[in-house]
């Protein structure tokens, strides 16, 4: 049958695709050394794939449908997991700049498919392709893996088919990931530093209670005198440190798990997320790292020609901070309803006053699109310098309580020996 597929800006190009293409299959299976081999194959079912690899002199050992779910082995359909950030924005740069030549989009797929070395994202892409050959959409061959393209990633595909810009649309995507990844890049390498200074400070601390001050505080025990209490109280942390420190640990880790469970039901993590909202510092970090996401996504939703009410529910998927998406939902209600968006995100008053501004001069003037992504470099911009500025001064707090405990450790221990040297004396 005729399938018309749009290929390039302002063209759509015919192809020629048989309904009924073979689907795509992972195997793994051992040569005639008995080394073990991975690959993708189609055949019509997983008995065809395993003859053909007799054939070739492989024996096959698992042959797995590629598919996001579904069944078990020898046939069966294998769930595929989802592909860091840095893989997405890497394929789909490759995939923009192929679509920017005037590549089909079958010649796409395959062509990025052979490129990669990580198998995961070629049985993925060849799977896509043979979707595509049988005459589906992109977007609705992607919807088939939604743990690896999530639905922003679809719904902006599906703008750029029906436009006919589908290469602009995957630069923009490309362009969205790589941001977003160095964002989360960022983030990480500024939290990595004290978190590591402070496990370090809690082990020092823990060790020197649970191993040093036991065996200091040994040469107090013949003295027959009343010890001063700072140094009662040092021995009795280390003891209970010693002798519950085990059960207290393990507490901890039932209460996590528990917290973690619990925070599985909506209603719970709803509060939970309504109290970092409330809490001084952590809720302007969480507003700004989610009202950056939610801005930068409806960006490039709006760009690309994405519905505003449509772009505004992809915009609250991204959003994790339960009340905040809520907010955008209810906003989204009321923009259908004849309210602008600006004003129905005021009204939340979970996003910061730079961004409903910015937002409300684009509707004003027209150009939404604009102040959008100058919204969402705005925001991103004032993250990380928040961030930097509260890891800058949490790191010489965290010096500076290390070191008063450290202090208190050691006058513990010398307040005996200046009393036995008044004593002396």
């Known amino acids: 049958m005729a399938l018309r597929i749009p290929r390039r800006s302002g063209e759509g190009l015919w192809i020629r695709a048989k309904v009924g293409l073979m689907p795509a299959f992972e195997y793994q299976a051992l040569d005639a ?43 069966r359909t294998r769930g595929v997991r989802g592909i860091s950030a840095l893989d997405l924005s890497l394929t789909t740069r490759q995939m923009a700049t192929l679509a920017r030549a005037g590549l089909p989009v079958e010649e796409i797929l395959g062509t990025v498919a052979r490129q990669t070395e990580k198998a995961r994202i070629r049985n993925v892409l060849t799977a896509v392709r043979t979707r595509v050959m049988e005459g589906h959409s992109l977007a609705a061959a992607l919807a088939a893996f939604p743990r690896v393209f999530p639905d ?70 013949g003295l027959g005198q009343e010890l001063p209490w700072l140094t009662r109280a040092l021995i009795a942390t280390s003891d209970a440190l010693r002798d519950y420190g085990l059960w207290a640990l393990g507490i901890l880790v039932v209460l996590g798990i528990g917290l973690n469970r619990l925070l ?38 709006a760009a690309s020609g994405v519905p505003l009410l449509e772009g505004l529910r992809t ?30 995100l005021e009204q939340s008053g979970y996003f910061p006053p730079m961004t409903v501004h910015l937002i ?7 150009k939404l699109n604009e102040m959008l992504e100058r919204a969402a470099e705005t925001q991103e911009r004032e993250l990380e310098t928040r961030i930097s500025m509260v890891v800058a ?14 202090l208190t450790i050691v006058l513990a221990i010398l307040l005996p020996i200046f009393e036995l040297n008044q004593l002396v004396n």
Do not use: C
């Not at 997983?46 to 050992?61: E, F, N």
């Not at 009340?323 to 309210?339: D, I, L, N, W, Y």
């Not at 001064?393 to 450290?406: K, Q």
């Open 264 to 301: 599985r039901h909506e209603h719970w993590r709803h509060r939970y997320h309504a109290m970092l909202l409330r809490l001084p510092l952590i809720g302007r970090l969480t507003r700004g790292i989610h009202t950056a996401r939610f801005a930068r996504t409806l960006s490039i939703l």
């Open 360 to 366: 409300k001069s684009g509707e004003s003037s027209g």
């Open 33 to 75: 050394g008995g080394r073990r081999r991975k690959g993708v194959a189609e055949g019509d079912t997983a008995r065809s794939v395993r003859a053909r690899l007799r054939q070739d002199g492989l024996t096959p050992l698992q042959i797995d449908e590629v598919a996001e779910q579904g069944r078990g082995s020898g046939g």
């Open 315 to 344: 915009g609250a998927e991204v959003i994790g901070n339960r009340p905040m998406r809520a907010a955008v939902t209810s906003a989204a209600q009321r923009v259908r309803e004849g309210s602008g968006i600006g004003r129905a």
């Open 393 to 406: 001064l949490f790191e010489p707090l965290l010096i500076v309580t290390m070191g008063a405990v450290v």
């Open 152 to 221: 922003l990633y679809r719904t902006t595909v599906a703008a750029g088919e029906q436009s006919g810009h589908l290469d602009q649309v995957l630069e923009r995507l490309a362009d969205y990931t790589e941001s977003r990844n160095a964002l989360r890049q960022k983030i990480s390498l500024a939290l990595f530093y004290p978190l590591i200074l402070t496990l370090v400070a809690i082990g020092v601390t823990v060790a020197l209670l649970a191993f040093v001050v036991p065996e200091v505080v040994q040469v107090f025990a």
